[in-house]
Nanobody, 114 residues
Framework: QVQLVESGGGSVQAGGSLKLSCASS????????MAWYRQVPGKQRELVAF???????IYADSVKGRFTISRNNAENTVYLQMNSLKPEDTAVYYC????????WGQGTQVTVSS
């Protein structure tokens, strides 16, 4: 079973930046569209961005122009560069395939203060 390990979260002030990483233990990483999701307590997990095998990227309207998703297939890793952070970006961030094929990791907490 593929394991996902997210890292890079933290506490920043509004306007700051963070870069999240998600490492996968599986060698099938490179044949999957990968995505970042986030969840706030009491709300459903929402899609933030995804990147296809071919490198096409799609973003939620709420993060467009501020977040950048990228991947390194050689290292089985997907990244999320987050700039111009807002308090409403506060959430636990998770990665998974676009179709949510694997078990969720522990996520990484992002807290943005105003």
């Amino acid at each position: 079973q593929v394991q996902l390990v997210e890292s890079g979260g933290g506490s920043v002030q509004a306007g700051g930046s963070l870069k999240l990483s998600c490492a996968s233990s599986g060698s099938i990483f490179s044949i999957n569209d990968m995505a970042w999701y986030r969840q706030v307590p009491g709300k459903q997990r929402e899609l933030v961005a995804f990147i296809t095998v071919g490198g096409r990227v799609i973003y939620a309207d709420s993060v467009k122009g501020r977040f950048t998703i990228s991947r390194n297939n050689a290292e089985n890793t997907v990244y999320l560069q987050m700039n111009s952070l807002k308090p409403e970006d506060t959430a636990v961030y998770y990665c998974n395939t676009r179709s949510i094929s694997w078990d969720w990791g522990q996520g990484t907490q992002v807290t943005v203060s105003s």
